[in-house]
């Protein structure tokens, strides 16, 4: 198998920017039908988002008559792989399915985008996580980032520069002013997600300043030779994770209404910060109508020249794939023909790239010939760090299927709640890689 790449900085710059060419592409096709053919989807993307997901499907539902896209409910307490192993096993496979970690799983029963209109209008750099063998496997929905999320008007009001924030000693100084003027520092959520996935993520994505280099680390958990308590990387990580427990403004919250709470905290002005992506951004500007809100990085480092103490994570968050094993032509067409529209008409555009505000999802668009450009303040910086070759890799889109299930629920939990000791937490950290099957390597499970 084909060993995987992950975007780079240049290629998503390069992406961005060829979105706000004007289209030259005609949308989905216009085509009319006398009966209309059910296309299912596995969820709806994301929770955050789901509401205006939805309304692009009715829309789109109701602007041809061949086709009718029917949105399935996952379990959110399952795994992708939970969710859709059933439906597999009862010959009921959705037609489109979205997901990042598991998609060398699902490699060989979903179809091949090769030669289709939108993989001709990404840069292949966004691809490349969602090729494997050498087939596209799937589509990316969009590019995002994560890092320390801040109410622009509480930092202002406080005469906070977040620019000027270059070390985890400034932080710290920050999250000392937040205070003395009244707010709460930081809401630093104890999700498991938020832990298991992009806060490792932080750790992973500044363990080496190459590629190759982060794989090797990889490698090197898998194979059981990694120590992470000698790692000076994995400790400066660790005294991060300990100053965002130390000015955690709030109750510990293990469940999933820890998420929207966080959310409500840092809207409401109450809290300076948030340790949480853009994905979130729709939910903010609801909840604080006419607020600005911003993202920077999580500094790791207090020396301000430190690799990627000056940049965010960016990465895709997931694929579109399509079912070639128990779809019909008709049902795979009627998933092109969406995912189509949804990405070059003028009414998908809108869903995607508007604001919630106005009723849209409020993506960053990596498709050329997007007309709509993002309006929002949190997706303009984030395409000034990318403009500046200031990003880090997702190197979570290469964590084997379960594994962030694994460490967010138990040991980064644990550690969050005082149950276990730092070097408690290294250990539990490198039992679960040991053994894993590298498929960022390739290799086959």
């Known amino acids: 198998m084909k060993k995987f790449t992950k975007l780079g900085a240049l290629a998503l710059a390069a992406a961005l920017s060829a979105s706000v060419v004007v289209a030259t592409t005609p949308a989905a096709s216009a085509a009319t039908c006398s009966t209309k053919t059910k296309v299912t989807m596995l969820g709806t993307i994301k929770v955050e988002i789901q509401d205006e997901f939805q309304a692009a499907v009715k829309e789109y539902n109701a602007s041809q008559s061949c086709y009718t896209v029917d949105t399935l409910i996952l379990d959110r307490k399952n795994t992708f792989l939970q969710n859709v192993t059933p439906l597999y096993a009862a010959k009921n496979a959705p037609t489109i399915m979205y997901t990042l970690q598991e998609i060398p799983d699902m490699a060989d029963k979903v ?48 005469g906070i520069d977040p620019k000027k924030i270059t070390t985890r000693t400034e932080l710290e100084a920050a999250f000392k002013t937040l205070q003395a003027k009244g707010k709460k520092a930081v809401h630093f959520s104890a999700i498991w997600w938020s832990l298991g996935a992009h806060f490792t993520n932080i750790y992973h994505a500044n363990a080496a300043s190459t590629h190759e280099g982060r794989l090797a680390v990889l490698d090197s958990l898998a194979d059981g030779k990694k120590d992470l308590s000698a790692d000076p990387v994995f400790k400066n990580w660790l005294a991060t994770f300990d100053l965002l427990k130390k000015y955690n403004g709030s109750t510990t919250n293990l469940t999933d209404t820890e998420y929207p709470a966080s959310i409500a905290s840092l809207a409401s002005g109450e809290y300076g910060f948030l340790f949480q992506g853009n994905w979130t951004e729709p939910d903010l500007i609801k ?5 600005d809100f911003g993202i920077m ?45 949804l990405y070059t008409s003028p009414a998908g555009q809108k869903f995607v790239a508007n604001p919630a505000s106005k009723g849209g999802m409020g993506f960053i668009p990596v498709y050329s010939g997007f007309k709509v450009e993002p309006a929002t303040n949190m997706a303009r910086e984030i395409a000034k760090y990318v403009g500046a070759g200031k990003t880090l890799e997702w190197i979570n889109t290469y964590y084997p299927a379960g594994l962030q299930e694994t460490v967010g629920k138990v040991s980064m939990q644990q550690y969050f709640t005082d149950k276990i000791s730092s070097a408690e937490l290294a250990a539990a950290i490198q039992a679960a890689w040991k053994g894993q099957t590298k498929t960022w390597r390739g290799a086959a499970k």
């Not at 289709?116 to 995002?144: D, F, H, M, R, W």
């Not at 909840?287 to 607020?291: F, I, K, L, N, P």
């Open 297 to 341: 990085p999580v500094p790791v480092s207090t020396d301000a020249k430190a690799y990627g103490n000056d940049s965010i994570p960016v990465g895709v968050p997931g694929y579109f794939m399509i079912d070639a094993k128990q779809s019909t032509k008709a049902e795979r067409d009627g998933a092109i023909d969406f995912l189509t529209w």
């Open 287 to 291: 909840g604080a109508a006419g607020t």
């Open 111 to 158: 179809m091949d985008w090769k030669g289709t209109k939108l993989v001709k209008l990404v840069s292949p750099g966004l691809l490349a996580a969602a090729n494997v063998g050498g087939k596209q496997v799937g589509i990316p929905s969009t590019a995002e980032a994560f890092g320390l999320l801040y109410n622009k008007k509480v930092l202002a009001d406080a």
